[in-house]
């Protein structure tokens, strides 16, 4: 099994009363709310955290792209990976993002790619996402087109990795008719590819051409469930994943105790769903329709918007794996092995988590989890 | 009065058509949000032939791929035309459809006899604000859309949660307004330039507290069509055929007499 450990780079600073005040944590949130002094001194120690994840032994490190939002202050993820990738010698970094459907010249995404390729000595692996319906409005692109736009940029990207350039690239919404990119990626054929995907529509994609996908932020049934459509998929195109090709993403937190786990990490995860992913509130008018009431019974936090998910419902369903070492290496084995997952993608640091707490948290778990995990 | 709901071809795809009265036709473009005969139709239907076509993608006409903007929209305009042998002909737009109506004019002048733009969308006004429908629930966009937001109108136009036989139609129908109105959002930054080339005696219809679209834009139609009258209407928003509809088919109609 293999381990990331991931970071959104949130904004941990939101007001108590922020929900109450604002509709979202995206889009419309006042960037008045974001200190940039403040702002310097998070990314220092965010980059920290990451960086300390080579030496206890993860395989991975990953960044996030996302917009105009105070979930995850990287618009340009790979700005932070170039940072990274000075900082660390071995450890390979995952950019997800790229959000290709928001650019009009997907090839900045393949030179990018390419040069931090080559910077790393071939360490990228290169994600490639949709984006959100309210990133749409972020960057005022039809809605309509991105699924499209996403297909067409995806081949468009590996083309431009593997063709001997310059060559014309004719399609419907790009049209480059010279596609030579300069550096080329060092990793061949091209560096490795990761499709997220929670539709059909874009498990297929994932399935179609044969690389991994993973699943964030759902129950241990409902990624079973995306997991074994897209094993279905693929068995269709003639191949079958394996637990590599499955990536699960979970916030985790290892402290000495249950107890003194769930009192760190509970008020910083309240924050994550409560205030970060208020967008999905926003996200239900974009569909023209009020959020719909809260059924008077929880049985399952699939039925529940994110914002409404709790510490209990979380642990119970899987979307979290927070407690003592043995607590946390059971719960992955358990998931690992009923999922078919062989990629955990961890959130180490989540909603406004402090960096001493992040620090502690990565720290126990290279040293008192990863050693066990990696055993078998 | 009766109106007839029928399915024509038009260029090899099915167009959903509402129809009624008798007279001169007179050809009428929807907006992007109420697409089926209306009682405005009805009273328009009492001196003319009116003709509702619905836009691609909208009610049970089917969506077509190549629809991609407006411009794509005014080649199917005029393939509606020809469909129903209309030479030349008064044409009447809501919002998108007056937006369509004033692309139709400005390309196409000889196939236009009267103009009628209300609440159209189409022109641009630096510092005029356009808000966004897309971004918004049920309660806000019935104070964008209407002079009275808690009216049983408003509350049947613009529910809050659309009732289950309606929910489908609404889906396609904010996939079709989206690849119309998303980008550029609701306007063409060059229309208001062209208005110049509309020859058509054209009147302009506005509702007094159109919160959506706000009279600047209505103003900036009939600066730039020489020769255009501008109608408000009082107590009115977005939309006069429906919150107004005697009134807008007596300005309507009596623009439409000469």
Partial sequence: ????????????????????????????????????????????????????????????????????????????????????????????????????????HPQRVAEELAMLDVLSAGRLIAGMVVGLGVEAFSYEVNPTFVRERYREAHELIIRAWTEPGPFHFEGKHYDFRWVNVWPRPLQQPHPPIILPADSDEGLEIAASRRVPTGSAYRSSRRVRAVFDRYRELAGKHGWTPGPEHCHLVRHVYVAETNARAREEAEPHLDYFWQ??????????????????????????????????????????????????????????QAQARELGVGVLVGLFQFGSLPHPLAQKNIRLFGEKVLPSLKRG | MSSKEETIRVAGKDVQLFSGGDGPPLLYFHGAGVYWWLPAHDRLAARRRVLVPVHPGFGRSPAREEIESMDDLVFHALDVLDAL?????????????????????????????????????????????????????????????FADPTSALATSVVP??????????????????????????????????RLGRVKAPTLIVWGAQDRLLPLPLGEAYQRGIAGSTLTLIEHCGHLPPLEQPERFADVVLKFLAG
């Avoid at chain 1, 974009?286 to 019974?297: E, V, W």
């Fill in chain 1, 1 to 104: 099994m293999q381990f990331v450990c991931f970071h959104l780079m949130p904004w941990p600073y939101l007001p108590d009363d922020f929900e109450a005040k604002h509709e979202s944590a995206w889009l419309t949130v006042p960037n008045s709310l974001y200190d940039p002094r403040r702002g310097h001194a998070l990314y220092q120690q965010y980059l920290d955290e990451l960086v300390a994840a080579e030496d206890l032994g993860f395989d991975v490190i990953g960044v996030n792209e996302h917009h105009q939002n105070a979930y995850g202050l990287m618009p340009s993820p790979n700005i932070m990976a170039s940072a990274l990738i000075q900082r660390t010698k071995r450890i390979k970094v995952l950019v997800l993002g790229n959000a290709l459907p928001l650019y009009d």
């Fill in chain 2, 160 to 193: 809050d949660v659309p009732p289950p036989d309606r929910v489908e139609t609404a889906l396609r129908g904010r996939e079709a307004a989206a690849r119309l109105l998303w980008n550029p959002h609701v306007q063409y930054r060059k229309l208001t330039s």
């Fill in chain 2, 85 to 145: 042998r209309l030479d030349r002909v008064d044409v009447v737009g809501l919002s998108l459809g007056g937006w369509l109506a004033a692309e139709l004019a400005v390309r196409h002048p000889a196939r236009i006899g009267r103009l009628v733009l209300v609440d159209a969308a189409g022109t641009r006004v630096p510092g005029v604000e356009r808000p966004d429908l897309f971004l918004c629930p049920p309660p806000k966009a019935r104070e964008l859309l």
């Fill in chain 1, 275 to 332: 205030k970060l992913l208020s967008y999905h509130r926003g996200s239900m008018a974009l569909m023209g329709q009020s959020a719909p009431p809260r059924p008077a019974r929880i049985e399952k936090a699939d039925d529940l918007p994110l914002y409404e998910l709790d510490f209990d419902l979380c642990q119970r369903e899987g979307l979290t794996i927070i407690g003592d070492p043995d607590y946390v290496v059971r719960e992955i």
